[in-house]
């Protein structure tokens, strides 16, 4: 891979909370390409919401190393972006600021002024289709608006990786479908590079290109991964059910039933 493509990579990473006395994370090695649309999947409390703290710089490694464009590039004193952002699992809004002073907020200490952050922000908001709502508070939002106000934030720095921690992961099975299919619809209007985590197999399966197992532990590791060629992403189909299965063995660490010929001969 070319390394201008490299937006993001951890090179045998691994995370103590004591100094190295405990591991949390230990031997992860991970690339993320421009375009790239990857679920991080793993059962919960395995470590995938401190993996994404430590891309988005939150955290640093005890060892090992991160790299790629949007992990060292600086911000600088004169910047108009940022090359990470982050979406948590709530929206975390400021609930007397309106809709559009929160996606602003997120542009606060860039270089822009006024009139370049609320036309930012208002391109923003089209793009999660919540213009409308602009002047509203927090308050008078669905959930499901505010976390797509949350996404919104994030996009408006024009970031080169966008980090979503299980966003819809308290949502309604009705909003969640929803919101899932706006975010695919963003991220092929804006080729964003996307880490998503997920301790769901079918929402994973839903979103991505490539799925990666964080599981074991601790320390955690990556298990396996597996890159998505399905065109439709049907949960009927047998491609679905074949990947499904595939992501459980990996998650329990164990062999991919069947054998090497059987996925051979799978219809995926």
Not at 75 to 91: E, I, K, L, N
Not at 136 to 151: I, Y
Request: aromatic share 4%; with cysteine; charged share 20%.
């Amino acid at each position: 891979m070319n390394g201008a493509d490299v937006v993001a990579s951890l090179h045998d990473v691994g995370l103590s909370h004591d100094g190295g006395a405990h591991f949390v994370l230990r031997h992860v090695s991970l690339t993320l390409a421009r375009g790239e649309f990857v679920a991080l999947l793993g059962p919960s409390g395995v470590g995938k919401s401190t993996l994404l703290r430590v891309l988005m710089g939150l955290m640093h490694p005890t060892e090992g190393q991160t790299g790629g464009s949007a992990c060292t590039a600086g911000a600088g004193a004169h910047a108009t972006r940022r090359s990470r952002a982050m979406v948590f699992q709530d929206a975390r809004l400021l609930p007397w600021r309106s809709v559009l002073r929160n996606v602003m907020f997120g542009l606060e200490g860039l270089h822009l002024n006024k009139n370049e952050k609320k036309a930012r922000a208002q391109e923003a908001l089209r793009l999660v289709g919540l213009e409308e709502v602009a002047d509203r508070l927090p308050r008078r939002l669905s959930g499901g608006q505010r976390q797509r106000v949350g996404v919104a934030r994030a996009l408006t720095v024009d970031p080169d990786l966008l980090l979503m921690d299980e966003p819809f992961g308290a949502l309604d099975p009705i909003t969640r479908t929803s919101l899932q299919e706006e975010l695919q619809r963003i991220w092929q209007q804006t080729h964003k590079t996307v880490l998503f985590v997920t301790h769901d197999i079918e929402e994973a399966l839903r979103l991505a290109t490539r799925v990666v197992v964080l599981a074991g532990g601790p320390p955690a590791g990556i298990t396996g991964e597996i890159v998505l060629d399905m065109p439709q992403r049907n949960p009927d189909s047998p491609a679905f059910r074949t990947y499904a299965a595939r992501l459980r063995a990996m998650i329990a660490g164990e062999p991919d039933p069947g054998g090497e010929a059987y996925w051979r001969s799978a219809e995926i």
